[in-house]
């Protein structure tokens, strides 16, 4: 090879990198203008929907069709408005005060529900219903749909004004006082809580316990026994690490940890620290070995001899299942039991939150978290916003600052406020291995160089779903029946979502729950079956799982163990440790 191809040949690798960082420079500048979305999926919906409508000409002619009559049933229908009579338009959200049966809002209300009617259909007409690009596009319309409502702004609104002139104006001042005051709370270091009556050991996360164990990843803490003899097997709780581990310990009445201790279970809780640009390279090794693994064996240790029931919820579900079938392909018997709540471990059908995860998505979010090597909460927060923007942006908007209404705060208002951090390699680690490519359910997933197999995870399972889960559907939770070989199988499906379903408390006379238990390894039903064959059971979901749990210990009650142990207590790296940053 002459020197001068050799140069080339060096000049070419060198600019690789360069090109690559620039690329992703460009990508974190663009990531500031769309929000974080990734326009090339956006703009590959829309040509795929413009091109797959170009071919059928019976579909655009049925468009134009629908079109001209929906047009001219919103003018006679303005026609008939414009002479004084009071008409209600079509019902829909937003649209049902009598303040809207009058014209001219009557005629916006009408115009409004029959133009989203119309683009909806117009959308699903160019779109295979199975296409992830259709998906993305019904996204992007509903965005516009929902921010189109005549229900969002003052002057189309009949209840704001009429509001407006019953109060001269003074529910604009209030408007405007909690704008400002979310504004000035938006701006770096000034994330104070709207729920600051919430404050966490005090209103929340009251639940009496120490730290017994840290290392540079969690915190493991301990509850204090509230019964004189408590289950002879510990419950170890795998929280997700994008939550703070008190969404299980919220206020007393609604305290899961609570519950549990009460009923003489001896209760451990994971609590993740929240990372910064320094774990930037912790991955989903990390999370197994310093996240669950360690938390195990602290808790054998100050409970020798006894077998753990180990909690996932969430993606701390999924993590726990992967942990649980590498300890079943090791021999390790030291799990009792395995429960999930709304935990996916088959991602192929995720929900709504496919439109969020595609290669060129999981590109701009690398690129967003390059520089500080962690996703901020509050990007993770939008993406949730997005999938109900109605009730969780526009409806709460109009409320806070045209109304002058701020909703009344709750516990679990307030734990949502109190956001965590992703590092970077693990959310790109968790987005493409196991959303993208789906490898733990196809069984090539590992972990170092151990390759996952679920089917290796034979002990006692209890699973619960709930119905309106938008981040976990309940048919995709359910399919971990046909991954993994457990000869004692129940699944729950509860009322709710994949919060406020959990976190229902003991008593919940707006609840309902279904479970249904195999017990063998085959049994299955698919889930509309499923469906039907489980008898639906008043109130909460807790009590049925706690009985399980009984059954599946010891019946022979013992004195409750001391909150931590010599040997435990002795590795709690604390001097090393910011300990802001498990808060």
């Known amino acids: 090879m002459s020197a ?112 989203a009617a119309w683009l909806q259909e117009a959308v699903a007409a160019g779109s295979e219903s199975t296409d992830s690009g259709a998906a993305r596009l019904r996204f992007a319309t509903q965005q516009a749909v929902e921010a189109a409502s005549p229900a969002n702004f003052l002057h189309t609104n009949p209840e704001l004004l009429n509001k407006t002139v019953a109060e001269s104006g003074q529910n604009l001042v209030r408007g405007l006082k909690n704008w400002l005051e979310d504004a000035e709370r938006a701006l770096p270091g000034r994330r104070t809580s709207k729920s600051a009556q919430f404050e966490v050991g005090k209103d929340v996360a009251v639940t009496p316990g120490k730290v017994v164990f840290r290392n540079r990843l969690i915190e493991v803490l301990q509850y204090a026994p509230q019964t004189d003899s408590v289950y002879a097997e510990p419950v170890l709780i795998t929280p997700a690490w994008i939550m703070k581990y008190y969404i299980l310990d919220l206020s007393p009445r609604n305290s899961l940890v609570r519950y549990l201790v009460e009923k003489g279970h001896t209760v451990f809780v994971i609590s993740w620290k929240n990372p910064t640009s320094a774990d930037r390279d912790l991955g989903m090794d990390d999370y197994v070995q310093l996240g669950f693994k360690d938390a195990l064996d602290v808790v054998k240790r100050i409970v020798p001899k ?134 733990l359910a196809q069984g090539q997933f590992s972990i170092g160089s151990q390759r996952v197999d679920l089917k290796s ?25 046909e991954l993994t070989r457990s000869a004692d199988y129940t699944f729950c499906l509860t009322s709710g979502g994949h919060n406020a379903g959990i976190v229902s408390g003991p008593a919940h006379p707006k609840r309902r729950h279904r ?37 599946h210990s010891d019946p022979q009650r013992r004195p409750a163990p001391q909150i931590g142990a010599k040997r435990a207590a002795a590795r709690i790296e604390i001097d090393d440790l910011a300990e802001e940053e498990y808060e």
């Open 4 to 115: 001068k191809k050799s140069r080339n040949v060096k000049d070419s690798s060198d600019e690789a990198p360069v090109k690559k960082d620039l690329e992703r420079q460009l990508r974190a500048q663009l990531a500031a203008v769309t929000g974080g979305l990734a326009p090339e999926d956006y703009t590959d919906a829309w040509w795929n929907w413009y091109f797959h409508l170009t071919k059928q000409p019976d579909k655009q002619l049925s468009l134009v069709q629908s079109a001209f009559e929906k047009a001219l049933e919103t003018w006679q229908f303005a026609a008939r408005a414009a002479t004084g009579a009071a008409m209600p338009p079509e019902q829909a959200p937003g649209f049902a005060d009598p303040a809207w049966n009058v014209w001219p809002f009557n005629v916006y209300a009408k115009s409004y529900t029959t133009w």
């Open 306 to 439: 006894r077998k753990v029931h180990a909690v996932g919820y969430c993606i701390g579900g999924t993590l726990l299942a992967i942990a649980a079938a590498l300890l079943g392909n090791e021999g390790d018997d030291r799990l009792a039991s395995v429960s999930l709540f709304a935990a996916l471990t088959d991602f192929s059908e995720p929900g709504e939150l496919s439109v969020f995860i595609s290669p060129n998505q999981l590109a701009m979010l690398e690129a967003v978290m390059s520089k500080s090597g962690v996703l901020e909460s509050e990007r993770m927060g939008a993406a949730f916003v997005m999938l109900r923007s109605r009730d969780l942006l526009w409806t709460p908007a109009v409320n806070t600052y045209l109304r002058g209404e701020r909703a009344k705060p709750n516990d679990l208002m307030a734990w949502n406020q109190d956001g965590t951090r992703m590092p970077l390699r693990m959310h790109s680690e968790y987005l493409d291995r196991l959303y993208l490519k789906n490898e």
């Open 457 to 481: 995870l034979r002990v006692p399972m209890f699973v619960v779903g709930t119905e309106t889960d938008h981040v976990a559907p309940w048919q995709s939770v359910y399919k971990v029946r």
């Open 515 to 551: 479970l249904l238990t195999w017990s063998n390894e085959t049994d299955s039903l698919a889930p509309a079956e499923w469906l039907k064959a489980a008898p639906v059971q008043p109130d909460s979901w807790w009590p049925s799982w706690q009985r399980w749990l009984a059954e």
